[in-house]
């Protein structure tokens, strides 16, 4: 058995995938915008201000990530809470393969198949998303 500790970066490999897409597509929101600020600003005729760029971008960082993190919050809780409460999307899927795997049961231990499936059935009683496909 290897015993060896993993490195964090293969530990976390995704999370440093997506830390540094994050970083970079910050920097860039950041630069263009500083591009933009500045051809706004010259083709105005006005003074080019760090202060009135950093309080131009910062409005626009955060009405874009409160866009971004309603919108994935909603998808993420919602789909949750539909998962939990058992809507008919969330037990399609869960159902059918239940049944698939019950029928294949039959099919490969005929003697036998009942009293599995009334045994695991019996063992993750109160576990089912369907009445449909309970088997009592």
């Known amino acids: 058995m290897d015993t060896k500790p993993r490195s ?11 830390l540094g ?9 950041w630069l263009f915008g500083w ?13 080019i201000q760090v202060s009135e760029y950093l309080v131009q ?6 009405e874009n990530w409160q866009s971004e993190f309603l ?9 949750a809470i539909l ?5 008919p ?3 399609e899927g869960d159902d059918r393969m239940e049944a698939k795997i019950d029928e294949i049961l039959r ?4 003697q036998n198949a009942e009293s599995i499936i009334k045994m695991l059935d019996d063992d993750y009683a109160g576990r089912h998303t369907d009445a449909r496909h309970a088997h009592r």
């Open 35 to 47: 591009f933009d600020y500045v051809s706004e600003q010259q083709a105005h005729a006005q003074p």
């Open 8 to 18: 964090l970066w293969k530990a976390y490999g995704y999370a440093w995938v997506t």
């Open 57 to 62: 971008m910062s409005r626009e960082t955060l």
């Open 89 to 91: 999307q969330s037990k």
């Open 107 to 110: 099919r490969v231990d005929p």
């Open 21 to 29: 897409f994050f970083i970079i597509s910050f920097i860039g929101h």
């Open 83 to 87: 998962l939990y409460v058992g809507s």
């Open 71 to 79: 919108q994935l919050l909603w998808q993420v809780g919602g789909l």
